[in-house]
Nanobody, 126 residues
Framework: QVQLVESGGGLVQAGGSLRLSCAAS????????MGWFRQAPGKEREFVAL???????????EYVESVKGRFTISRDNAKNTVDLQMNSLKPEDTAVYYC????????????????WGQGTQVTVFS
């Protein structure tokens, strides 16, 4: 069955870095756009970044301040993994981070994704 398993979350001081990883199984990974979302306490789950299945697009949420300059999404189709490198972390980046898979090229909303991981907690303290 389809399975997405995130890892790499943790507790980090502001200004630090974390690398999240998502291991996928049960589907043809290279044919799916992979995205990262996050959900802070009391808030809606929001899109962070995606890497499209056609290998041509990476896209970062423009409404998340400075994400594009601090976060980098990458995928390894040989290993069926998608990573999110997060640098210069801020307390407002604190959230549960989820990876997800979509058959759409540029999926930026929750309902465009077909499968989800269980999430990994990222906590940034000042």
């Amino acid at each position: 069955q389809v399975q997405l398993v995130e890892s790499g979350g943790g507790l980090v001081q502001a200004g630090g870095s974390l690398r999240l990883s998502c291991a996928a199984s049960g589907f043809t990974f290279r044919r799916y756009t992979m995205g990262w979302f996050r959900q802070a306490p009391g808030k809606e789950r929001e899109f962070v970044a995606l890497n499209s299945w056609n290998g041509l697009n990476t896209y970062y949420a423009e409404y998340v301040e400075s994400v594009k300059g601090r976060f980098t999404i990458s995928r390894d189709n040989a290993k069926n993994t998608v990573d999110l490198q997060m640098n210069s972390l801020k307390p407002e980046d604190t959230a549960v981070y989820y990876c997800a898979a979509s058959q759409r090229v540029a999926a930026t909303t929750r309902n465009e994704y077909d499968a989800w991981g269980q999430g990994t907690q990222v906590t940034v303290f000042s």
